[in-house]
């Protein structure tokens, strides 16, 4: 049995054993460290060092889980950095399972690890030490839930790490002097979080500041509430949506007398569907900051070829300034603005 260490180093089963680097430590749980001095001193090469001081060491994979943190760069979700050993760097089965908070359930979404260590955005570098970014989105109103994360490799699975958005965003806001310029952002994100937790309806622990919303008013909204369309004879455009998940999605649906069309936009991740008599094309993962951005969709058909602009909170617009809509909807509607503007402010 080969144990993998990480650094070019595998226990062999008898001893730690170099691969290719030498003067490595040998990272292990402080309270395990003189069991450790004990059984594998005298069969450790003098060039390696046992160092106690981790944490969330995993030992059947291989892994360390460095840290935590949570996305702020307008959308919602956690980041986990782990060091992983050489064995799942190079293995083509390895991935990081989430188990993900859902409304009132849970979902399960997966990252390859050879697809994250194969982006250099991923990997980050402290004190030497290369650990690896494994992100995973959440739904504003799911944020007070916990998250789970999971390395597995074929049937071997590790250690489950727990976390949630609330419990760092928490922690930021204790530390506001140290964050400045993330606690506005953070505080907003919460407060958008809590009113979309009410409106979905969902068990979270988020308390709504709705004092904090007496300033979005129509009025305020009013310069989102534009939306221009050259649209080819025969098709007219219905409505238009948002799904308020971790980076929003825009969906705009469309009326054709004239058969199926062709939607589209460029530079943003895109899906179209037909939906009964309505053809929708979803705009996904827009970020806080680029909710006041007009999105121009790309229409054509058998008459020819057109296109519709549409900015998201438009549809903020519509829901606050229409008297009949339900409150809870209009307050979340207010809080993503107000976090919209948190977002743009920190990312200016």
């Avoid at 951005?293 to 057109?306: D, K, M, Q, R, Y």
């Avoid at 008297?323 to 977002?343: E, F, G, I, V, W």
Wanted: proline share 3%; hydrophobic share 35%.
């Amino acid at each position: 049995v080969e144990w993998d260490f990480g650094n070019g180093y595998v226990f062999n089963g008898n001893r730690i054993v170099p691969r290719t680097e030498e003067n490595a430590k040998i990272h292990v749980p402080t309270e395990f460290l003189s069991a450790y001095h004990e059984k594998f001193d005298s069969k450790l090469p003098s060039y390696i060092e046992i160092v106690g001081g981790a944490q969330n060491v995993d030992m059947v994979l291989g892994t360390h889980l460095y840290g935590y943190s949570i996305s702020l760069e307008g959308d919602i979700g956690v980041n986990f950095y782990m060091k992983l050993s050489d064995s799942l760097i190079a293995s083509e089965t390895a991935k990081m399972v989430f188990t993900v908070p859902s409304g009132n359930g849970t979902i399960t979404e997966t990252l390859n690890v050879k697809d994250v260590v194969s982006g250099n955005s991923n990997k980050v570098t402290v004190g030497g030490e290369i650990y690896y970014k494994f992100k995973v989105g959440v739904a504003a109103k799911d944020i007070s839930q916990n998250i789970k994360a999971q390395m597995q490799d074929g049937d071997t699975t590790g250690t489950v790490y727990t976390f949630s958005v609330k419990q760092y965003s928490e922690y930021l806001l204790e530390h506001e002097n140290d964050f400045p310029n993330a606690a506005p952002l953070v505080s907003a994100m919460l407060n958008y979080g809590a009113f979309a937790q009410d409106y979905f309806k969902v068990n979270g622990t988020l308390v709504a500041d709705e004092s904090k919303l007496t300033g979005v008013t129509s009025d305020v909204l009013s310069g989102f509430n534009n939306a221009a369309n050259n649209l080819p004879e025969g098709v007219s455009f219905y409505a238009a949506s948002l799904s308020l998940k971790s980076g929003t999605t825009l969906s705009l649906y469309f009326e054709s007398s004239v058969g199926a069309l062709t939607l589209s936009i460029g530079n943003k991740t895109y899906e179209t569907e037909a939906s009964g008599k309505y053809q929708v094309i979803r705009i996904r993962n827009i970020m806080a900051s680029e909710l006041e951005n007009e999105f121009t969709v790309t229409v054509s058909g058998s008459t020819g070829t057109g296109s519709m602009s549409y900015c998201p909170l438009k549809y903020c617009y519509l829901i606050v300034s229409d008297p009949n809509q339900d409150p809870a909807l209009q307050n979340t509607c207010k809080a993503l603005y107000l976090y919209y503007s948190a977002a743009k402010s920190y990312s200016a």
